[in-house]
C-alpha cells in the first residue's frame, strides 16, 4: 500500500529548543524522528528538514507528505502581534522545501484572514502551486465564524482548495479553547468550503457531560476515569459532534494525526471498527513532527505488539503500522486525500 501523510508540519527556521518544554522533551523528539540529537541541537531546523525528507524517501507506505505553516497573530487591524518561534512556519519555509522536494513535499499555505491582503496572498499562492490551507485560529485567538471573513472563505472556494481547520486540545502551542472545538468551521462549511477537522476534533484528554449536568456539578474524578474507558459513550461530546459532521456535510472530513497519542488514540479501534459509515470521510495523518509512542498511548494493543511497534525506526511507518492493526491495508483511509488534491 502506498498514502500519503495529509498533516505534517515544519519547524520555525529559527528555531532554538529553548522552551522549557522543548529542554525536557529534546531527546525523545529526536529519537522518535530519526535524528540524532546532537546534530538536532547544533544544525536544528537544517537537520529536522534532512530527518524528515529523509523519512519519507525511505517509508515503506508514505510518498508524500502535506506540510502545513502557521501565520501569525495578527490583531483587527491588520498588525502582526506573535510568531510562535518553535512551531511558526512561514509558507516562503514550505514554498522553499517544496522547490528543492516536490516529491515528497505537498504544499499548503497558511494565511491568518486578518491579514490587510489575505486576499491577494491566497490568489498568491494558490498560483504558485499551494493545494491548500491551514487553519489554527485557537493560536490567533479569532472567531472564524465571524462574517467578515465570509470573502475570506469564499475566495479559498473559487479556488477549489481544502480547508484544514485546528479540532481539538492544543499542547504544542498556546491556544484558546473556546476555538478548539469542531463548531469553529461552521462559516466555512455553509460557505461550501472543503473542509478538514485536524485530529478528529477529539481533546487529548476527553470530556463527557451527562445530560443535565452543567461543569461546575460535573464530579471530576470521574470525568477522568472516562478517559480509560472504551466505551464510546464516554469517548466526550467532541467525538460525536464530529462524527455527526461527517455524516451531515458533503464537504466535511476529517484526518487522523495526532490521534496515537494519550487517550485519543483509543478511538480508533471504535473509528475503525463501528463506525465505517464515515471511513469515506477519514484521511491518514501523523502531524508530524509530533512524536508518539505506541508503547505508552492508550489502547487496546498488548505488551507484545506495543513492542513490537516502537521498535520501527521510521515514525512514519510506526504511525501507519498502528493503523495497520485496526483498518484494512486496503482501507480508504489511505486513498481520500485523492478527494482533496489535485496532483
Not at 145 to 158: G, L, T, V
Not at 168 to 182: D, L, R
Not at 281 to 297: A, C, H, I, R
Not at 320 to 343: A, G, H, P, R
Request: hydrophobic share 35%; proline share 4%.
Amino acid at each position: 500500500m502506498e498514502t500519503i501523510d495529509f498533516h505534517a508540519h515544519l519547524l520555525n527556521p529559527n528555531v532554538s529548543f529553548s522552551r522549557v518544554y522543548d529542554k525536557v522533551a529534546i531527546s525523545l523528539f529526536a529519537k522518535k524522528l530519526g535524528v540524532n540529537k546532537d546534530d538536532l541541537l547544533n544544525r536544528k531546523y537544517d537537520a529536522f528538514v534532512d530527518a524528515f525528507i529523509n523519512n519519507i524517501q525511505n517509508s515503506k507506505y508514505v510518498s508524500k507528505s502535506v506540510v502545513l505553516p502557521v501565520d501569525a497573530k495578527i490583531d483587527s487591524k491588520g498588525r502582526e502581534l506573535s510568531r510562535d518561534k518553535t512551531v511558526c512556519s512561514s509558507n516562503e519555509d514550505v514554498l522553499n522545501e517544496y522547490k528543492k522536494n516536490p516529491n515528497e513535499v505537498i504544499p499548503f499555505f497558511s494565511v491568518n484572514p486578518n491579514r490587510v491582503d489575505a486576499l491577494d496572498l491566497i490568489d498568491k499562492y494558490a498560483k504558485e502551486g499551494f493545494k491548500g490551507a491551514k487553519f489554527l485560529q485557537n493560536y490567533w485567538d479569532i472567531d472564524i465564524n465571524d462574517d467578515r471573513y465570509i470573502p475570506y472563505f469564499e475566495k479559498i472556494k473559487s479556488y477549489d482548495l481544502p480547508i484544514i481547520v485546528h479540532t481539538g486540545s492544543e499542547h504544542a502551542i498556546e491556544s484558546n479553547p473556546m476555538y478548539e472545538k469542531v463548531e469553529v468551521a461552521n462559516l466555512a462549511i455553509e460557505i461550501g468550503c472543503k473542509v478538514v477537522l485536524a485530529h478528529f476534533g477529539v481533546n487529548s484528554i476527553m470530556e463527557h457531560k451527562p445530560f443535565g449536568v452543567n461543569s461546575i456539578m460535573e464530579h471530576k474524578p470521574s470525568k477522568i476515569l472516562n478517559n480509560f474507558s472504551f466505551d464510546n459513550q464516554k469517548f466526550g461530546d467532541d467525538y460525536f459532534k464530529t462524527i455527526e459532521y461527517l455524516e451531515k456535510h458533503e464537504n466535511v472530513y476529517a484526518d487522523l494525526s495526532a490521534m496515537v497519542m494519550n487517550f485519543r488514540s483509543k478511538i480508533i479501534e471504535d473509528l475503525a471498527k463501528n463506525q465505517s459509515q464515515i471511513h469515506d470521510k477519514l484521511l491518514f495523518g501523523t502531524d508530524y513532527p509530533v512524536p508518539f509512542s505506541p508503547m505508552f498511548s492508550y489502547h487496546s494493543l498488548g505488551l507484545k505488539k506495543r513492542r513490537e511497534l516502537e521498535k520501527i525506526q521510521n515514525p512514519l511507518d510506526r504511525n501507519v503500522e498502528f493503523f495497520n492493526q485496526y483498518f484494512d491495508e486496503d482501507s480508504c483511509i489511505y486513498t481520500n486525500w485523492q478527494k482533496l488534491i489535485k496532483e
